[in-house]
C-alpha cells in the first residue's frame, strides 16, 4: 500500500466554523507533512511531524492547528479561517526525517478548502 | 538549498521524447537534485533523482552534466497522460523537506 489518504476531497466552510482535514497512510512512514497550494503556485510548505512530535512549522497562523495522534494519522484542525485560506491542502509522507529518507514523499491526492 | 530556474512552460509531441531542462548552479556538493511532477488536481509524485551520474527508471531519466550546474529530465516516449507541472529541486538528501519552485508546465498533445 503506496497510498496516502485525505478526506474530505472537497469542502466548504464559513469563516466562524470549525473543521478538520484528516491524512492516514500505512506504509510504516514516521515522518508526516502539509502543504497548502494556492492556484497557479506550487505548493508550500505549513508543518513538518517526525515520530509524532512537531519539528517545523513554517510560521503558520494559528488558526491552523496540525496534529499526530498516531505514525498514521496526520490532522489538520481548522477554525476562524479567511477566505484567502482557500486553498489544496496537501498531506504527504516519507520514510523519516533522517538519513534514510531518500527524498521520496509520497503525497495525497489533497482536500481543496473553500472558506466563505 | 539551491535555487532552480526551469522554463514556464513547454510543448511535445505524443510519442516523442520530452527534455526538461533545470539549471541549478549554486548547487552544493551533497545536493541532490530531485524530480516531482504534478498533474492537474493531483498531489506532487516524485519521479528520479541523482547526485552526478546519471540515472534511469521505469519513468524517466536524468542527465545531470558533469559539473552539475545543470539537468534534463527526459520521457523517452511522451503521452497525454505525462501532461503535468515537472518541478526540479535542490536538496540535501536528509533533510526531508522539499521546496518547490515554479516548475515547467509540460503539454503533450496528440
Known amino acids: 500500500d503506496t497510498e496516502v489518504t485525505q478526506t474530505p476531497k472537497h469542502l466548504v466552510m464559513g469563516m466562524t466554523n470549525k473543521k478538520s482535514l484528516k491524512c492516514e497512510q500505512h506504509?510504516?512512514?514516521?515522518?508526516m507533512y502539509w502543504y497548502k497550494q494556492k492556484a497557479k503556485k506550487p505548493p508550500e510548505l505549513m508543518f513538518v511531524y517526525s515520530y509524532e512530535k512537531l519539528s517545523i512549522n513554517e510560521s503558520v497562523p494559528s488558526r491552523f492547528s496540525p496534529e499526530c495522534p498516531n505514525s498514521s494519522l496526520l490532522n489538520l484542525h481548522l477554525h476562524a479561517l479567511q477566505p484567502e485560506d482557500s486553498a489544496l491542502y496537501l498531506c504527504a509522507s516519507s520514510q523519516d526525517q533522517g538519513w534514510s529518507n531518500t527524498g521520496e514523499l509520497f503525497f495525497g491526492e489533497g482536500s481543496r478548502l473553500t472558506v466563505l | 538549498d539551491a535555487k532552480t530556474t526551469q522554463p514556464p512552460s513547454m510543448d511535445c509531441a505524443e510519442g516523442r521524447a520530452a527534455n526538461l531542462p533545470c539549471n541549478h548552479s549554486t548547487i552544493s556538493g551533497n545536493e541532490y537534485v530531485y524530480w516531482y511532477r504534478q498533474i492537474h488536481s493531483q498531489g506532487p509524485q516524485y519521479i528520479i533523482h541523482g547526485l552526478k551520474n546519471n540515472e534511469t527508471n521505469e519513468m524517466a531519466s536524468l542527465i545531470i552534466t558533469e559539473d552539475r550546474k545543470s539537468s534534463t529530465l527526459i520521457l523517452p516516449h511522451a503521452t497525454l497522460r505525462d501532461t503535468a507541472v515537472y518541478y526540479c529541486i535542490v536538496r540535501v538528501r536528509g533533510y526531508s523537506t522539499l521546496t518547490f519552485g515554479k516548475g515547467t508546465m509540460l503539454l503533450v498533445s496528440p
Open positions: 506504509m510504516g512512514h514516521r515522518a
